[in-house]
């Protein structure tokens, strides 16, 4: 069985600042995991994914993420939060490579002038 | 290229009633997925389709929940009789067989009243 924990609900942080938010997952076999943004109104975009590659992911928009496997995490990371960054995030799990997906409940991302 | 396509974007109806929604996946895509979003929640799978047969519908409450993709192309969520514990988003999201992201559609805001 697989799922996800996103470690916070809400994160507020200044324009200009660093972002993190923070993902734990399990997993029976070696997962793919994603994450992906969700703006008001919108549909759920995907900003980065981890596929057994490179450990450190690079995605859209500055975001990066890093695969962690001892500590079963998959933390997102971003520089320089930028007020357009203000959305909904969610760390995604799959067992089976791309097809069932399993949504963490998601992290609201403020940023603040 | 155009993204998933999803009608209507918002119903409103009172419990009891019948509703149902239209996913338009994009091009050539052979899997669609329709998910359920609960306020506050992040998206859980109802069901998936390859081409035009059910490969995932474990999670669908069949008794009130129907779904078909007629000639593989677009799909049509229904629901009938509403309760208010459907009120929600419902996605679409559609993935190609070599590539396998999902690409998600704007969703369908439902409130049941």
């Known amino acids: 069985a697989q799922s996800v924990t996103q470690l916070d609900s809400h994160v507020s942080v200044s324009e200009g600042t660093p972002v993190l938010l923070r993902c734990n997952y399990s997993?029976?076999?070696?997962?793919?995991l994603f994450w992906y943004v969700q703006h008001p109104n919108k549909g759920l975009q995907l900003l980065l994914k981890?596929?057994?590659?490179?450990?450190l992911v690079k995605g859209i928009n500055g975001f990066e993420a890093e695969f962690k496997k001892s500590e079963t995490s998959f933390h997102l990371t971003k520089p320089s939060a930028h007020m357009s960054d203000a959305a909904e995030y969610f760390c995604?799990?799959?067992?089976?490579?791309?097809?069932?997906?399993?949504f963490g409940k998601g992290t609201m991302l403020l940023v603040s002038p | 290229e155009a993204g998933v396509a999803q009608s209507p974007r918002y119903k409103i109806i009172e419990k009891r009633q019948s509703v149902a929604f239209w996913c338009n996946p994009i091009?050539?895509?052979?899997?669609l997925y329709w998910y359920q979003q609960i306020l506050g929640q992040g998206p859980k799978l109802l069901i998936q389709?390859?081409?035009?047969?059910?490969?995932?519908d474990s999670q669908l409450p069949k008794d009130r929940f129907s779904a078909e993709r007629l000639k593989g192309v677009d799909s049509t969520l229904k629901i009938q009789p509403a309760k208010l514990e459907d009120s929600a988003v419902y996605l679409c999201?559609?993935?190609?067989?070599?590539?396998?992201?999902?690409?998600f559609g704007p969703g369908t805001r439902l409130t049941v009243l």
């Open positions: 091009s050539g895509h052979a899997t």
């Open positions: 981890y596929t057994s590659a490179a450990t």
């Open positions: 997993s029976s076999y070696s997962p793919s």
């Open positions: 389709f390859q081409n035009n047969g059910v490969v995932d």
């Open positions: 999201a559609s993935s190609s067989a070599d590539q396998g992201t999902q690409y």
């Open positions: 995604v799990v799959s067992d089976t490579g791309y097809s069932t997906l399993t």
